[in-house]
T-cell receptor, first 115, second 114 residues
C-alpha cells in the first residue's frame, strides 16, 4: 500500500528566508505526486504536481519541488518566504493504475512565518 | 466559476442523529471523493466514485454511506452520528486519465457531534 510521510509537523521560518518541506513516499511503481496548501478554514489548493519527465517541477506562488526516485522524496521549496505563505502543506501520492486514483495524503506540515 | 460546492459549511449534531452532506461539481468530472480531515492525520479517504453509478469504500468507510446521484452530485450520509465522526469533511472531484487525476476540493464541512 502506498504511504506518505511528512517528518516535520511544524516549521517556523523568518519572512524572506528559504523554505524546504520534506516529503517521502512509499509506492512500488512510478507515483503521481502532489503538493497542496490549505489556509486556515479553507479547502485545499493544488500547488504543483509531478507525473513524469523533468524531475524539477514549478508550481504557483513561487514554489517548486524536486522528485528524487532514489530517495523516494518529493520535497517542496521556495527561495524566499512571504508572510502569506503561512498555512498547512500536504504532500500526496496517487496510484498509477487506471482505477481508483484516490490520493493518499501525508499528515501535513504547518508553516509559521515570523516577521 | 464554482468548482466543487459543499453544503452545509458547519453542522452540529447530537449523537444518534442523521444527516447528509451534499457535494456538487460543475467541471464535468467523472470521479468524486469524500475525505475526512482530523488533526495530525492529514486527509483520509472515506468513499469514492470513479464514475456515475459506481461507488467504492476507501480507507475509513465505517459509519458512512454515499450516493452518486448523477454525474454532478455525490452525497455522504451519516445514519447515526457518533462523536468519533467529529471532523472536517472534504469533497473532491477529478478527471482521471493518464496525466490527469488533479483533484479539486470543496471548502469543507465542519461537523461536530456532541
Amino acid at each position: 500500500a502506498q504511504s506518505v510521510t511528512q517528518p516535520d509537523i511544524h516549521i517556523t521560518v523568518s519572512e524572506g528566508a528559504s523554505l524546504e518541506l520534506r516529503c517521502n513516499y512509499s509506492y512500488g511503481a512510478t507515483p503521481y505526486l502532489f503538493w497542496y496548501v490549505q489556509s486556515p478554514g479553507q479547502g485545499l489548493q493544488l500547488l504543483l504536481k509531478y507525473f513524469s519527465g523533468d524531475t524539477l517541477v514549478q508550481g504557483i506562488k513561487g514554489f517548486e519541488a524536486e522528485f528524487k526516485r532514489s530517495q523516494s522524496s518529493f520535497n517542496l521549496r521556495k527561495p524566499s518566504v512571504h508572510w502569506s505563505d503561512a498555512a498547512e502543506y500536504f504532500c500526496a501520492v496517487a496510484s498509477g493504475d487506471t482505477g481508483r486514483r484516490a490520493l493518499t495524503f501525508g499528515s501535513g506540515t504547518r508553516l509559521q512565518v515570523q516577521p | 466559476n464554482a468548482g466543487v460546492t459543499q453544503t452545509p459549511k458547519f453542522q452540529v449534531l447530537k449523537t444518534g442523529q442523521s444527516m447528509t452532506l451534499q457535494c456538487a461539481q460543475d467541471m464535468n468530472h467523472n470521479s468524486m471523493y469524500w475525505y475526512r480531515q482530523d488533526p495530525g492525520m492529514g486527509l483520509r479517504l472515506i468513499y469514492y466514485s470513479a464514475s456515475e453509478g459506481t461507488t467504492d469504500k476507501g480507507e475509513v468507510p465505517n459509519g458512512y454511506n454515499v450516493s452518486r446521484l448523477n454525474k454532478r452530485e455525490f452525497s455522504l450520509r451519516l445514519e447515526s452520528a457518533a462523536p468519533s465522526q467529529t471532523s472536517v469533511y472534504f469533497c473532491a472531484s477529478s478527471e482521471v486519465g493518464r496525466k490527469q487525476n488533479i483533484q479539486y476540493f470543496g471548502a469543507g464541512t465542519r461537523l461536530s457531534v456532541l
